[in-house]
């Protein structure tokens, strides 16, 4: 408590009064949010939704950061509408995929460029312990003012570059979400009774299927645009679904020896981590089963 109050106060000293921000796509999920921080940073905050594109030309010559939050699917082709904008202006996006719109601003704006991604989701009230990815573009020293306010917002920025970026969410984003649309997309055509999968799962097996089940909460767009971004990632998840295949065929045939096989190669792949794995995860539900939230 002590810990966020005092974020709460260092995110009050943010003081952005001399500058203009114009956010592409404010009125979205993710976009009021950041119109939200400047705002009460004191920044003029000029919002340009899509419905606004006569005033562009207008907003962006007095702008200090032009911040893109439009569908992933408009990224690219909002970055080539933008006009010129002033030279020392940061051109920077909140896409939750780095390598195509960064390669877009640097060819949009010749002036400072920076890919953001931010790890959270627009109902965050704070960004008090989140994360923040940067990936970096052009002329650093000119956009520190904005890491710098984000970081006083209460996140943590890890710099990477958006190859590596894109790689990594392919795993952490891509996979996960095409695997737990497939799990609750096979609960529904089986009609499994999910107050009774509830009733008898215990904690762990219960987030597990919290995880499934919150996807089809949020945005079906979103989702969907993280999946079609990279055909990359499409070769990805194919190898994943012949993996799976081959399991399965395994099973049907009962070979269990070939199980057991695969079983300990995999444990010898997560080395120390399965192990920290179940313990870090037995303290999370611990944890949650003392306030009651699981
Ligand atoms: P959203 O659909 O809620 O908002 C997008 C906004 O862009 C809307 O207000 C829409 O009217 C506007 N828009 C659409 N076309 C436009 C155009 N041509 N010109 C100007 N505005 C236009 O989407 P969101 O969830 O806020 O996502 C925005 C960005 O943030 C995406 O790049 C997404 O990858 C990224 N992101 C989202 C989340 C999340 O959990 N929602 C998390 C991290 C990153």
Redesign the pocket.
């Given at each position: 408590i002590i810990r966020e109050s005092y974020q709460q106060q260092q995110a009050a000293d943010v003081h952005l009064n001399d500058k203009t921000v114009v956010i592409?796509?404010g009125?979205?999920?993710?976009?009021q949010l950041f119109v939200r921080l400047f705002s009460s940073a004191g920044a003029k905050v000029l919002i340009?939704?899509?419905d606004d594109w006569q005033h562009a030309e207008h907003f962006c010559e007095q702008a200090d950061l032009v911040l893109i939050?439009?569908?992933?699917a408009?990224?690219l082709t909002?970055i080539e509408a933008l006009p010129s904008l002033p030279p020392g202006c940061i051109l920077a996006d909140?896409?939750?995929v780095k390598r195509q719109p960064l390669n877009a601003m640097l060819a949009k704006h010749s002036g400072p460029v920076v890919g953001l991604?931010?790890m959270f989701?627009?109902k965050q009230v704070t960004l008090a312990k989140q994360l923040v990815v940067a990936c970096h573009g052009r002329d650093e020293d000119q956009y520190q003012w904005l890491l710098a306010s984000i970081e006083r917002w209460g996140a943590h920025i890890k710099a990477l570059t958006a190859a590596a970026h894109d790689q990594a969410m392919a795993f952490v984003q891509v996979l996960r979400h095409l695997s737990s649309f497939v799990y609750g997309s096979h609960l529904a055509a089986e009609q499994a009774d999910l107050q009774q999968l509830l009733d008898l799962s215990s904690p762990i097996y219960r987030l597990e299927l919290m995880m499934v089940g919150r996807l089809f909460a949020q945005?079906a767009e979103?989702y969907a645009d993280i999946l079609l971004a990279e055909p990359n990632n499409i070769a990805m998840l194919r190898r994943y679904v012949q993996r799976f295949e081959m399991e399965l065929k395994r099973l049907e045939q009962g070979c269990k020896d070939e199980f057991l096989q695969e079983f300990t190669r995999v444990r010898e792949y997560f080395g120390e981590f399965a192990e920290r794995f179940l313990s870090d995860s037995q303290r999370l539900l611990d944890t949650a089963g003392d306030s009651h939230q699981i």
């Open positions: 592409v796509g009125n979205g999920a993710l976009g340009l939704d899509k939050s439009v569908p992933i408009h990224t909002v909140l896409t939750s991604h931010p989701g627009p945005d979103l």
